[in-house]
């Protein structure tokens, strides 16, 4: 095989590993998991293919060794490592820890071969120049089995929050500065001035040998210092390996004086080396100031867009615009004309890469952000279709007789600019759009003026609130009247809160350990302030500034009604329950039919398991569903579902639950099941955040599980709630099982999440089984006559229980809360007709039908079954 035919092979392994990327980062709101998909996806798949194919060209170079000699045992290394790096995304993807494991290893085994085959070649090759570079691809390979070993460790769970941040710091120190930085910094040492078109700097080589060592011991001191729980430590291997990463650069600077780095493969490169030091400085910081190992997790999670994004994917893109058009060769008027299109736009894209991805870092609004990542996603992606242009150019020219290419063009710098300003302009729009959409979380909003008219006085009144669990502290601030208001705003609590005033003047929401300033302008007036996440102001997160030494006296807008469009919470949007019921955009329609294709949710209970032990990851995720025929509600779900999975097991059984938080606000898990103090398994976690819940199921029952982050009534009204059935001993086998879950739902705005006033009010708009009005009755349970037909009920409330009844049915077996109110047995005559459950409690009933027909099944709280708590069995007759 051809060298050009190899290389376009193994390209497109690449290409594909980036197509995948970009078409996740397009519909990312809706796959699970989608922020380690993006991370993994150029990070494992294709940086880690890239470093496989191009360290073996460089070494084959480098050690000037043919072609075919070091391609033996490639392709079967790229096979093997891509079916691993596959079958880890989809274990994880779908919470499949063997599969994770099996992938894992596999990565870690090519990686290890790469390293040992590198190795080898190098001893039997003879002495070269630069040689000795190669040692840092074997270095390189040494790091990733390990940062795959602890990546997989933590797909598996387990580990306490403490761990779980050492682990991903260390993780990260690994992968990114092991596996990928010492390869691109190895290459660099004679792929720069190669890149550049001029002669390496003196003493490059010796640098380079030095250093190595440098980098290899910050990287160990980082990545164990991580683990053993010393920021400290880990910041001070990161500050080595920066000065390793500094003295290695220091003879490319002679480099870019004599040629400056204005094409697009140089200056994206240059971009992402910078990048690189940029985040290293930023990350020593917080290792050496931060103890709480969370919130060092969180700041990792933050510099992820940075390194990989702005490192990895900078320095991938413009090393492969320069040797794409190489290896494709052709002549040099061929090499020329694939290059020059690669290089398409270059100033442009550079532009709008980095001042998108620097504003994406800042403490901007988030749709600011998310406007700006867009912008830097057509940046990148437009490699792509270059990319296939490039190709097609190379092979239209195949044939053409090779002549020489003649002096590149010149191509003036204030061209240059010029195309350099068409990206930052398209980031410049983004902003403004972004801001422009939402002013309020930019703070340029204008509510209702907060100075009522008072001349200023020039003095500015600083004033110290800090939030403790669901309150401001002090709840009450003064201001003189005409005095400028500052508030510094630090949140001690456990969850992510903001400040907003009347006048929609607002911090961004900060997180447990965070400060924000909020610049409230003249106040003349009195104002009230809240705190937007949903439900929070419900709570009583709310601050009253009362306005001193002038009249003081509240305007005549209503504050208990101003909208606020940042806010998530939706009962700031309503008038009133009356209101509410007129406003289409609240009301569903229950005599409504489901669409074509219409599938309730299964009811049906599966047998417990054998297995003693019951592991499962729980993933919070914010999806929009429907809750009945054409109305949608944005619900916060265990694993996508309202209710969530349920779990069954029996006494003595033990459940090993991982809860990770994908969501956009800090959530938690309590399991009734598990009978253990609640500080730690039940705590908050952040978004990004994971923790472990392992409990022993030592009693029967039907038993509650919801998340219990305050307000807990609205985050179960939303749809985090599940059940863990427990089986009596003894349990007796019958025909069909089926499990309903029962709760309330008090709808916001249409995609919007549950209205916390019509929860305070307790207003429901649907009672549900199983997350969605009437389903059952247009998809119903299905049983045959004489069939014994087991029914679990759980009430999750989160306000009120249910009185299950069975039109037509009677009960002979009753059991509740942990015991037999009525079962069934020889001569027995007795039954019951309802099951009554208050919120939390459950239980089950037995019965058989005794003719074919539908037995509707209901709450007999009767409004409740007409707001949806209605279903049907559908009972055939017997074949005989």
Known sequence: MSRTSWHLRTGGVVAAWLAAVVLVALIHRFLPVSGWLLVHLLGLGAAG?????????????????????????????????????????????????????????????????????????????????????????????????????????????????????????AHAVLNLLGWIGLTVVGTLVTLWPTM????????????????????????????????????????????????????MAVPHVEEVRRKAPVEFSTASVLAGVTWLAGSLVWLAAVLATTRDGSAVAEHVDSLTTPLLAGFAAQVLLGALTYLVPVVLGGGPTTVRATSSTLETAGPARV?????????????????????????????????????????????????????????????????????????????????????????????????PPANGGVAATGQTTTVQVRIEGMRFVPGVVEVPSGNRLVVVLRNTGDNTHDLVLESLARTPRIRPGEQATLDAGVVGRDLEGWCSVA?????????????????????????????????????????????AAADPARTPDLAAVPGPGFTARDPRLPPSPDADLHELTLRVREVEREVTPGFTQRLWTFNGTAPGPTLRGKVGDVFDITLVNDGSMGHSIDF????????????????????????????????????????????????????????????????????????????????????????????PDLVVFNGYAN?????????????????????????????????????????????????????????AQVLDLAPAQGGFVELTFPQAGHYPFVTHAMVDAERGAHGVVQVDQRLR
């Open 49 to 169: 293919n890239a470093i496989l194919i191009w360290s073996w060209h460089f070494a084959t170079a480098l050690l000037k060794l043919p072609d075919d000699v070091m391609r033996r045992g490639q392709g079967s290394r790229l096979g093997v490592f891509n079916a691993g790096a596959v079958a880890v995304v989809a274990g994880v993807v779908a919470g499949n820890w063997p599969v994770v494991l099996a992938g894992g290893a596999a990565v870690a085994a090519v990686a290890c071969w790469h390293a040992i085959a590198l190795l080898r070649r190098m001893r039997a090759a003879l002495p070269s120049r630069f040689g000795a570079t190669v040692r840092f691809y074997i270095a390189a390979g040494a790091a990733l089995p390990v940062g795959v070993t602890l990546g997989v460790l933590m797909a598996r769970g387990g580990l306490t929050a403490e761990a779980h941040a050492r682990v991903v710091v």
């Open 351 to 447: 532009a709008a890469t980095n001042a998108g991805l620097l504003l994406y870092v800042l403490p901007v609004p988030s749709l600011v952000r998310v406007l700006v990542s867009v912008v830097v996603l057509v940046a990148m992606a437009s490699f792509l279709p270059l990319l296939v242009r490039a190709v097609l150019v190379a092979r239209a020219r195949r044939d053409e007789p090779a002549r020489p290419a003649g002096p590149p063009p010149r191509v003036p710098s204030r061209r240059r600019a010029g195309v350099a300003a068409v990206g930052l302009s398209a980031v410049m729009l983004a902003a403004a759009g972004g801001v422009a959409l939402d002013p309020a979380a930019a703070g340029v909003a204008q509510g």
């Open 775 to 831: 389903q059952y009755d247009h998809d119903p349970l299905r049983a045959k006559v004489g069939e014994r037909v087991r029914l679990w009920v759980l009430a999750a409330g989160p306000q009120s229980g249910t009185a299950f009844h069975v039109v037509g049915g009677q009960f002979d077996t009753v059991w509740k809360e942990g015991g037999y109110l009525l079962r069934a047995g020889p001569g027995g005559d007795t039954g």
């Open 535 to 579: 439900g929070h102001r419900q709570l009583g997160m709310v601050l009253n500034v009362n306005v001193v030494g002038g009249e003081g006296q509240s305007s005549d807008h209503d504050t208990g009604h101003l909208a606020d469009p940042a806010a998530d919470d939706a009962t700031d949007r309503a008038a009133d329950a009356d209101g």
């Open 672 to 763: 009734h099941a598990g009978a253990l103090a609640p500080d730690r398994p039940m705590r908050t976690i952040q978004p990004g955040q994971s923790l472990t819940y392992r409990f022993t199921a030592t009693r029967a029952g039907v038993w509650l599980y919801h998340c219990s982050t305050m307000p807990m009534s609205l985050h179960i009204a939303n749809g985090m709630f599940g059940a863990v059935i427990i089986d009596p001993p003894g349990l007796p086998a019958v025909d069909r099982e089926y499990v309903l879950v029962q709760s309330q739902l008090y709808l916001g705005r249409r995609g919007d999440v549950a209205d916390a006033d019509k929860l305070a009010a307790r207003q």
């Open 196 to 247: 550049l078109r001029t002669r390496i700097a003196e003493g490059s080589q010796r640098t380079a040998t030095r250093m190595l060592w440098v980098l290899v011991a910050g990287l160990v001191v980082a990545a164990g210092g991580a683990l053993a729980g010393s920021g400290v430590l880990a910041a001070a291997g990161l500050l080595l390996y920066l000065g390793g990463l500094v003295a």
